[in-house]
C-alpha cells in the first residue's frame, strides 16, 4: 500500500516520474505536508554562530557587503534558496584569473571592475555574501586534479539543512553544490576547513 502510494503521489501532483525523489518531489511532499524543508535562521546551531561573522578578507559585515546581499536575495528566506541566489550571481558577475594567496579580499572584489580574481578572494566575497544573509559559510582548502593538472584550490561552502554544500564560483558551468571543472568530479585531498582564511 506505502509502494503505491510513493508511487501515486507524482501523478496527483503533475511531476514527472524519474524513480527516485527529485528536488520537486521533496518541496511538494514538504508542503503538502506542512514540513519545513529549511532550517529557519533562529535555529541554526550555536556551534556555527562564529560561521556568520566577519573574517579577514570576509568583510560581510561592511555596509556595501550588506547592501549587494540584500539586494541579491530580495525578500527570500529560505536558506538554500538565499544561498543558491547569491552562489548565482557571484559566479556570474566575477572571472577567473590566476595567482596566487590573496588580494582583494571580499569587499576589493566587490568594488573591483572587471570583477576579476582568483578561487580564493572569489570564495571571500561568496562567504561574506553568504555571511550577510544569514547563511553560515566557511572555506574548504582542498588539492585537486583540473583539466588542466592538479592544483590547490580555495572552494566556500554554505550550511544547509545540517550539510555543507560545496561553493566554486571559478567556472560558469558550475551550481551550487555541484563542479564540472573538475576532472576527476571530487577533490583528492582536504588540507583544512576554517572559519578564517590562514592565507
Known amino acids: 500500500m506505502l509502494a503505491g502510494a510513493v508511487l501515486q503521489f507524482p501523478k496527483d501532483n503533475g511531476i514527472v516520474q524519474c524513480g527516485c525523489v527529485g528536488a520537486k518531489t521533496l518541496d511538494t511532499i514538504m508542503k503538502a505536508s506542512k514540513v519545513k524543508a529549511v532550517t529557519p535562521a533562529n535555529t541554526i546551531p550555536t556551534e556555527l554562530k562564529p560561521y556568520l561573522q566577519p573574517s579577514n578578507n ?30 548565482n550571481w557571484v559566479r556570474d558577475n566575477t572571472d577567473w584569473i590566476f595567482y596566487l594567496s590573496t588580494k582583494l579580499g571580499a569587499l576589493g572584489l566587490l568594488n573591483k571592475r572587471p570583477r576579476t ?13 553568504w555571511r ?68
Open 117 to 129: 580574481a582568483n578561487c580564493t578572494d572569489m570564495g571571500h566575497l561568496l562567504v561574506a555574501l
Open 58 to 87: 570576509c568583510q560581510s559585515t561592511d555596509p556595501a557587503i550588506v547592501k549587494m546581499a540584500n539586494q541579491v536575495i530580495g525578500n527570500e528566506t529560505n536558506l538554500l534558496k538565499k544561498a543558491t541566489l547569491i552562489f
Open 132 to 199: 550577510a544573509a544569514g547563511v553560515p559559510a566557511r572555506y574548504m582548502h582542498v588539492y585537486t586534479l583540473f583539466k588542466s593538472g592538479y592544483e590547490g584550490h580555495t572552494v566556500a561552502q554554505a550550511w544547509i539543512n545540517g550539510a555543507w554544500l560545496d561553493g566554486d564560483a571559478t567556472d560558469n558551468d558550475n551550481t551550487l553544490g555541484h563542479d564540472t571543472n573538475w576532472e576527476m568530479g571530487k577533490y583528492s585531498k582536504v588540507y583544512g576547513y576554517y572559519q578564517q582564511l590562514p592565507y
